[in-house]
């Protein structure tokens, strides 16, 4: 597998990978040259891109994994799931999408290209995360939630079954949203309001 973004999202991922018995082949970031857990880390060469090998895109921040996936045209994107996640059969999961260890997935849950499910998030049936969404850790989605594309939902947030939360919003950590949350906003408290408008990101 070949990372490109080398920080500590990175070395969770890292991690996963070494669980699963799959090999970073090389890792790439613009600060580069140093080392991360002992891997030599580069700068990607931008017209030769390696094309042999799957990769993924270790950058917390959702536009930044946007922007990226948009340029690394003509590579395949890969996954990494952590052996100690659970994933209903039913449920599907992108190319380039992360799920960190005690994760929960349930049954017939979608879940888009690059996202992150970080560690015991909890995901229950029919939900739909967008591409590129972030669930922080210990964030729970109740039954058919619909979350839209690049949406960060915050550590330890509640979202009650059946809300619809928009694209490009920021849910604050320990936020308990009950209704539905149009795009581009920032909502935090209990119960979620919002605190913050900004221009979506066109899809």
Same mark, same amino acid.
């Given at each position: /597998? ?7 999202h990175a070395k969770v991922i ?29 700068? /990607? ?6 094309? #042999? ?46 799920? /960190? ?42 039954? #058919? ?24 919003? /920021? ?27 900004? #221009?979506?990101?066109?899809?």
């Open positions: /597998m070949i990372l490109y973004g080398a920080s500590g890292i991690d996963i990978l070494k669980l699963n018995k799959i090999p970073v082949t090389a890792i790439y970031d613009d600060r580069a040259p140093f080392t991360l857990l002992n891997y030599k880390v580069s700068k /990607m060469d931008w017209q030769n891109i390696q094309s #042999n090998d799957d990769y993924l895109i270790t950058i917390g921040r959702n536009a930044t994994r946007r922007l990226l996936a948009d340029k690394l045209t003509g590579v395949q994107f890969g996954q990494a799931i952590h052996p100690r996640s659970i994933i209903d059969q039913t449920a599907s999961i992108g190319a380039g999408s992360v799920v /960190m260890g005690g994760a929960v997935i349930n049954s017939s849950v979608t879940i888009g290209k690059h996202c992150i499910i970080n560690t015991a998030a909890s995901i229950d049936h029919d939900c739909v995360i967008g591409d590129f969404a972030h669930i922080s850790p210990n964030a729970t989605l109740s039954g #058919n939630v619909q979350v839209g594309e690049g949406t960060h939902i915050g550590s330890g947030a509640v979202v009650i079954q059946g809300v619809k939360i928009g694209k490009w919003v /920021m849910i604050g950590a320990g936020a308990v949203i009950i209704r539905d949350v149009p795009d581009g906003v920032t909502v935090v408290g209990n119960p979620g309001r919002i605190i913050k408008k900004s #221009n979506p990101k066109s899809s």
